[in-house]
């Protein structure tokens, strides 16, 4: 299995990005698929997830409203989107993929991408 994520950079407060994950030796009608951050000098944090049973997507609180993670199953590619950014959305960006029906926690995820970092500025 590989996740291999893209489309971070430079923003504005304010503006939008748009993350892919690009999965490969996986489905993603047997895996939940998921994003966290990781902030300088914070522990990894959930941002959004997708579940393999229902397909139905939870948010965290902090970004609620403003993220929304979808999925092409034909293309392997797991997205998020991301708008009106803040600052404190700064941080690095792992895809990661788990086995469970649902799963918010770090250690519930057996595979991880290599992280794209996201950087918002004032």
């Known amino acids: 299995v590989q996740l291999q994520a893209s489309g971070g950079g430079l923003v504005q407060a304010g503006g939008s990005l748009r993350l892919s994950c690009a999965a490969s030796?996986?489905?993603?009608?047997?895996?939940?698929m998921a994003w966290f951050r990781q902030a300088t000098g914070k522990e990894r944090e959930f941002v959004g997830v997708v579940g393999r049973s229902d397909g139905n997507t939870y948010y965290a609180d902090s970004v609620k409203g403003r993220f929304s993670i979808s999925k092409d199953n034909a293309k392997g590619t797991f997205y998020l989107q991301m708008n009106t950014l803040k600052l404190e959305d700064t941080a690095v960006y792992y895809c990661?993929?788990?086995?469970?029906?649902?799963?918010?926690?770090?250690?519930?995820?057996?595979?991880w991408g290599q992280g794209t970092q996201v950087t918002v500025s004032s």
């Open positions: 990661a993929a788990s086995p469970k029906s649902i799963a918010y926690q770090v250690s519930q995820f057996d595979y």
């Open positions: 030796g996986l489905s993603f009608y047997t895996y939940t």
